[in-house]
């Protein structure tokens, strides 16, 4: 089993920068591809980032270039840097797990967080 809490949300302008953080524990994070959901009021949720076993990473088009997804197996943790954020990125930020996978397959995924808001007023 895999614990993951997510943590670094909050209320934000238009603009700023918020660094989320996902802690695991249970297990070493090492042979789990990483991924980064979100899910904005009335949506399904969607992938953000993911970032594979061995640092390769997949964004969103939504948000290249202003996110940046990192894991630090030392610390068993995996963050989200989000920078310029836009309204359109409120939402519940979820954390999830992939053993053995990429982190990209929503339905892959073996492990969630319970998710950090993150609310982006204009």
């Known amino acids: 089993q895999v614990q993951l809490v997510e943590s670094g949300g909050g209320l934000v302008q238009a603009g700023g920068s918020l660094r989320l953080s996902c802690a695991a524990s249970?297990?070493?994070?090492?042979?789990?591809?990483m991924g980064w959901f979100r899910q904005a009021p009335g949506k399904e949720r969607e992938l953000v980032a993911a970032?594979?076993?061995?640092?390769?990473?997949h964004y969103a088009d939504s948000v290249k270039g202003r996110f940046t997804i990192s894991r630090d197996n030392a610390k068993n943790t995996v963050y989200l840097q989000m920078n310029s954020l836009k309204p359109e990125d409120t939402a519940v930020y979820y954390c999830a797990a992939d053993h053995l996978g990429s982190g990209t397959r929503e339905d892959g995924m073996d492990y969630w967080g319970k998710g950090t808001l993150v609310t982006v007023s204009s």
């Open positions: 249970g297990r070493t994070i090492t042979m789990y591809g």
């Open positions: 970032i594979s076993r061995s640092g390769g990473t």
